[in-house]
T-cell receptor
């Protein structure tokens, strides 16, 4: 079975721009969660989607948004980028959702904002 | 506020010895705990978990201990191997909000 695929692996953007990150979950997994990893902060939860619906949300500003498609693929969008948005963005899929089955992570998208 | 804390940013251990990684939490609604391992340039991978109704779970060289009264859990790796060198994240499931909360990670270096 193919694992979780995130594209692109690396991105460099300028302050004020917007960015879209993509995540393809493991086949059959209906839940996709997004996390932001920064040094010293660990993995900060952004949101979880299940069957195209946002099921849960972390404490991030509205500039961070996401969606899930009928094939379970998910996208995350960050608008009006700030320098502090530079981070590794990780996507994870699971069969039944965060509370009910282990998360399988992709290798992440490294976003650098200059 | 950091609800899941890993107070040791790094740990160095000799090959063959025991590695003990610690994690403290503050939220009494956490009902399930997990450890993930992360190598550079890769996503975290699930290692071992424990339910709040248990105090120990063992899987090969890995054992997780949970002390609910102290709101503390630990991961023991015996014997440690150089391939265990990675960042280890503790995570806790909030049964009230259904959110998985991660700690800040501990970098384990196993010296040959």
């Amino acid at each position: 079975k193919a694992g979780v695929t995130q594209t692109p692996r690396y991105l460099i953007k300028t302050r004020g721009q917007q960015v879209t990150l993509s995540c393809s979950p493991i086949s059959g997994h209906r839940s996709v969660s997004w996390y932001q990893q920064t040094p010293g902060q660990g993995l900060q939860f952004l949101f979880e989607y299940f069957s195209e619906t946002q099921r849960n949300k972390g404490n991030f500003p509205g500039r961070f948004s996401g969606r899930q498609f009928s094939n379970s693929r998910s996208e995350m969008n960050v608008s009006t980028l700030e320098l502090g948005d530079s981070a590794l963005y990780l996507c994870a899929s699971s069969l039944r959702g965060q509370g009910n089955s282990p998360l399988h992570f992709g290798n992440g998208t490294r976003l650098t904002v200059t | 506020d950091q609800q899941v804390k890993q107070n040791s940013p790094s740990l160095s251990v000799q090959e063959g010895r025991i590695s003990i990684l610690n994690c403290d939490y503050t939220n009494s609604m956490f009902d399930y705990f997990l450890w993930y391992k992360k190598y550079p340039a890769e996503g975290p991978t699930f290692l071992i978990s424990i339910s709040s109704i248990k105090d120990k779970n063992e899987d090969g060289r890995f054992t997780v201990f949970l002390n609910k009264s102290a709101k503390h859990l630990s991961l023991h790796i015996v014997p440690s191997q150089p391939g265990d060198s990675a960042v280890y994240f503790c995570a806790a499931m909030d049964g009230a909000t259904n959110k998985l909360i991660f700690g800040t990670g501990t970098l384990l270096a196993v010296q040959p």
